[in-house]
Nanobody, 131 residues
Framework: VVKLVESGGGLVQAGGSLKLSCTIA????????AAWFRQGPGKEREAVST????????EYSDSVKGRFTVSRDNAKNILYLQMDSLRPEDTAMYYC????????????????????????WGQGTQVTVSS
């Protein structure tokens, strides 16, 4: 059984930092490409970052580039999202997802379609940034 569990969300002031974790069970590290998504109130779900199984390839949406850093610990099968310089507009439910794909690298632009059709998802963790 594949299971993804996010943690690390919370309430933080603008300018602060949070580090999200996503523990993945049921997949081995070199099987999957992973991504982080978010969905703010009244907004569509959007991809914020992708990472290849080797962690060599990472990509970020324009809205988080330079502020967020994605990483993974393949020994522990954990995905991370370090979020710095947080803004009120970063307030959202954050989700991790992983897909079994023969493509090591997927772009932020195509991530939602791939993960929706082929991915496994976590239940989400809430991030709230106060001004």
């Amino acid at each position: 059984v594949v299971k993804l569990v996010e943690s690390g969300g919370g309430l933080v002031q603008a300018g602060g930092s949070l580090k999200l974790s996503c523990t993945i069970a049921g997949l081995t590290f070199d099987e999957y490409t992973a991504a982080w998504f978010r969905q703010g109130p009244g907004k569509e779900r959007e991809a914020v970052s992708t990472i290849s199984w080797s962690a060599v390839f990472t990509e970020y949406s324009d809205s988080v580039k330079g502020r967020f850093t994605v990483s993974r610990d393949n020994a522990k099968n954990i995905l991370y999202l370090q979020m710095d310089s947080l803004r009120p507009e970063d307030t959202a439910m954050y989700y991790c997802a992983a897909a079994l794909t023969n493509r090591e690298r997927i772009s932020v632009k195509e991530a939602l379609g791939i993960m929706t059709n082929y991915g496994f998802w976590g239940q989400g963790t809430q991030v709230t940034v106060s001004s």
